[in-house]
């Protein structure tokens, strides 16, 4: 079965750098879409970054484009995202997910608190 564990989150000040990584198993990691979620108290998910499976072509919500990265290596069967310049609105769960025709697979998130 499809299984992605999040991990890489804690608390950082304002202005540091976290590196999420997310392990993937349970189906052939190269052949799909991989995106990053958060979701914030009080608010709903939003889409942080998306990477194509092959190509690795990426794209980034408005909010984090500049300061986030998201990578993927297939021999690993691991996507990763590297957040630097963080700031307080940036606390959230972060979700790992894997796109699919009939539905999207999420992991269980991993929490980032940007705090001083």
């Known amino acids: 079965q499809v299984q992605l564990v999040e991990s890489g989150g804690g608390l950082v000040q304002p202005g540091g750098s976290l590196r999420l990584s997310c392990a993937a198993s349970?189906?052939?990691?190269?052949?799909?879409?991989m995106m990053w979620y958060r979701q914030a108290p009080g608010k709903e998910r939003e889409m942080v970054a998306y990477?194509?499976?092959?190509?690795?072509?990426?794209n980034y919500a408005a909010s984090v484009e500049g300061r986030f990265t998201i990578s993927r290596d297939n021999a690993k069967n691991r996507v990763y995202l590297q957040m630097n310049a963080l700031v307080p609105e940036d606390t959230a769960v972060y979700f790992c997910?894997?796109?699919?025709?009939?539905?999207?697979?999420w992991g269980k998130g991993t929490q980032v608190t940007v705090s001083s």
């Open positions: 990477i194509t499976s092959t190509t690795g072509m990426t």
């Open positions: 997910v894997r796109t699919g025709v009939q539905r999207n697979y």
């Open positions: 349970g189906f052939t990691f190269s052949m799909y879409d």
